[in-house]
């Protein structure tokens, strides 16, 4: 069995501003880490790998993002995955959701055979949430969202419970697949220090636009996203503000609070 | 019409100006290779600071011709309705009259689609918000949500029906089928958006809160069609109920509604904390780290008939039920009274509290963004407040 989990790089606080005055984003892009939802499908797929049978089943890791971006791949082969995939190229830059997910599709179909795709229910910078669904429509394979709970991992299908709003619903999905994870799933091991250390350099890959099999330019990146960010601005103020500062303010609030009926 | 792409001139570098581009770029996208080279890579955003704030003349955007589509090919302003198989979300009521608003910008018809088994338990109700046109799947296949077969009516309807704009509800069901339709048509998506707008050209405005949620962005799709957003529940008012005039369309089911994936069952989850109808909330941030702390915040909520609330880092650092958390990610609330206690006002979670009607917000940073958009900001220690407040609230209410 083969399995790939899809990760990201993401900024460590997303603690993001607008230069009130040039209007430009500032941004600490020193301190990154693993989505943290990452981390969930990783575990998910280590667990399905041990009992899919260790021998028979390989986990990648694949991600896109920039050269450091290798760091997080690292960290799932401490974790226990076989081996990482960086999908690195001046091509795939300014992308979208369509073109992130297209690109990734394509460097998962270059890893060879797949059955079971992971990843995390959404990332803490993008926030989005769409990337998972939108690869597997790329690959033409169903998916399953929120999954919340592995049940069965059979020959030729897997049972997964989700989470919706109001429902928790069973699946039965036919492999190949698609699931993204909700956190709660599993709790993630700790990356380990003597897998660090048994780590061969050729377990990571960096792949370029080259190694895609679809190599018309139009699909990835800027070129091949639909939307553009017109611009970016700081939310909008209430202006209508009282503030308090100093002494006897639990007086103040309770006070306001008879005063508006609303105790 | 154009896209662009960005050019590095080489030949302008010195080791000086490439340190002060790699430093500059936010994203970590641009490279120093050595020997001079300096390289793109895919972590660019294409936010062009480089090419404004960097050494004038080393990076510069080139526009690149791009064919642009016919516009007036695709018209109208759809709303996906989502159900249960027994009642409609109120999400798409919502949505159809945002849709109606937009759609009289650019005079498209406002249009509803239905994939169901059973098309008479919504038909009316559909009709009696005022769409112009609802174009209806039914088959004993369509009863439940299934992804794909769902995914293959959205395509029926867009390769024949051509709408402008499709609308869905940001709730489990339409944030994992909105995507597929995205990548099946390789249209954009904005995810949660929190302001929608037209323009005359028929472009949609997609304001969302970006980058963790300090800031928000304005997003457009300006050369595909259908372009399409997601909506969270209760972000736009409920519309009134208007004469009803649509034109019903029964769509022949002619394509295959095949599926890898079986239902084997459907479980109702056990009594869900609802904030989202809450009438009174107090919500607690990161400062309230021990139990000792938020059984505080509990008094104060049990005193006030309130619910208990939070924001996401105590749903991903301290384990809070992630049900009971206000913002993007979380519910979406409209209480006559929000207090939010120790709470920064984070973008992501501030949108999902703007439908307050009265917020009291207690924070010892003076120039904590929650007091932008509170009505009583305090300044001080949450935990000298809390405990005194508490007191006045049981000498008020006669509480011992």
């Not at chain 1, 993001?16 to 990452?38: F, H, S």
């Not at chain 1, 990843?119 to 429509?137: M, N, S």
């Not at chain 1, 599993?186 to 048994?198: A, D, G, I, M, V």
């Not at chain 2, 960097?54 to 080139?62: L, M, Q």
Request: aromatic share 6%.
């Amino acid at each position: 069995m083969n399995i790939v989990t899809c990760i990201k790089q993401v900024p460590a606080s997303s603690d993001v501003e607008i230069d009130p005055v040039t209007g430009n984003l500032i941004r600490d892009g020193n301190n990154t880490k693993m989505n943290p939802y990452d981390l969930y499908a990783i575990e998910t797929a280590l667990r399905i790998k041990a009992l899919a049978g260790e021998e028979e089943t390989t986990v990648s890791t694949i991600s896109m993002g920039p050269n450091q971006a290798v760091a997080v791949l690292e960290e799932s082969l401490w974790m226990g995955c076989d081996n990482g995939t960086l999908l690195s190229d001046r091509k795939f830059a300014g992308a979208d959701v369509v073109a992130t997910s297209y690109a990734l599709s394509q460097g998962i179909v270059s890893l060879g055979k797949f059955d079971l795709i992971i990843c995390g229910k959404q990332t803490t910078d993008g926030d989005t949430a769409q990337v998972g669904p939108e690869i597997a429509e790329h690959l033409g394979i169903p998916h399953v969202a929120y999954v919340d709970k592995i049940i069965e991992v059979k020959e030729s299908s897997i049972i997964v419970s989700t989470s919706m709003d109001k429902t928790v619903e069973v699946w039965e999905v036919n492999f190949p697949c698609l699931i993204t994870v909700d956190k709660g799933i599993f709790t993630p091991r700790l990356p380990s220090f003597k897998r660090s250390r048994e780590i061969k350099k050729e377990q990571i890959v960096i792949k370029s636009f080259a190694d895609m099999d679809d190599t018309n330019e139009a699909n990835y990146g800027l070129k091949g996203s639909p939307t553009q960010v017109e611009r970016m601005f700081p939310p909008t103020k209430n202006n209508e503000k009282v503030l308090w500062e100093g002494n006897d303010l639990a007086d103040k609030i309770a006070d306001k609070m008879q005063e508006l009926k609303l105790i | 019409m154009g896209k662009g792409k960005l050019v590095i001139h080489q030949e302008t570098l010195d080791q000086e100006k490439i340190d002060k581009l790699v430093k500059i770029c936010p994203f970590n996208a641009i490279e120093d290779k050595g020997n001079g080279i300096l390289d793109i890579n895919s972590g660019c955003k294409m936010c062009k600071i480089c090419v404004r704030k960097g050494p004038a003349g080393s990076i510069t955007y080139v526009e690149e011709e791009t064919i642009a589509i016919d516009k007036s090919k695709w018209r109208g302003v759809a709303v996906f309705i989502e159900h249960d198989g027994k009642k409609i979300h109120p999400v798409s009521f919502e949505l159809i009259g945002k849709a109606k608003e937009l759609a009289a910008v650019t005079k498209h018809p406002v249009i509803a689609i239905l994939m169901t088994d059973n098309k008479k338990l919504f038909e009316e109700e559909i009709l009696s918000y005022g769409v112009d046109d609802l174009y209806i799947y039914e088959s004993p296949d369509l009863g439940h949500f299934n992804v794909e077969k769902y995914t293959a009516c959205m395509e029926n309807f867009i390769k024949k029906v051509q709408p402008s704009s499709i609308l869905y509800g940001g709730t489990a069901t339409g944030r994992s089928f909105a995507p597929r339709v995205a990548a099946k048509f390789r249209t954009g998506l904005t995810a949660d958006c929190t302001i929608l707008g037209m323009k005359e050209n028929t472009d949609l405005i997609q304001n969302r809160p970006a980058f963790g949620g300090n800031v928000m962005a304005s997003i457009v799709c300006p050369n595909n069609r259908p372009q399409m957003a997601t909506v969270r529940y209760k972000i736009f008012k409920m519309p009134e109920k208007d004469t009803p005039h649509g034109k019903v369309h029964d769509m022949v089911i002619d394509f295959d509604l095949k599926s890898n994936m079986k239902l084997l069952e459907v479980k109702n989850k056990p009594d869900v904390i609802d904030i989202s109808e809450a009438e009174t909330i107090v919500a607690i941030g990161r400062p309230f780290k021990t139990e000792e702390d938020v059984k505080l915040a509990k008094e104060l909520a049990h005193l006030l008939d309130a619910q208990l609330a939070v924001t996401r880092p105590l749903v991903e650092s301290s384990g809070a039920d992630a049900k009971t958390q206000i913002g993007l990610s979380g519910r979406t609330i409209t209480p006559k009274l929000l207090i939010n206690l120790g709470i920064s006002g984070a973008v992501q979670f501030t949108a999902g509290m703007t439908g307050a009607e009265v917020v009291f917000s207690v924070n010892s940073d003076k120039n904590a963004p929650i007091f932008d958009v509170s009505h009583y900001g305090i300044v001080g220690d949450v935990f000298e407040i809390l405990p005194k407040l508490i007191e006045n609230i049981k000498t008020m209410k006669g509480v011992k």
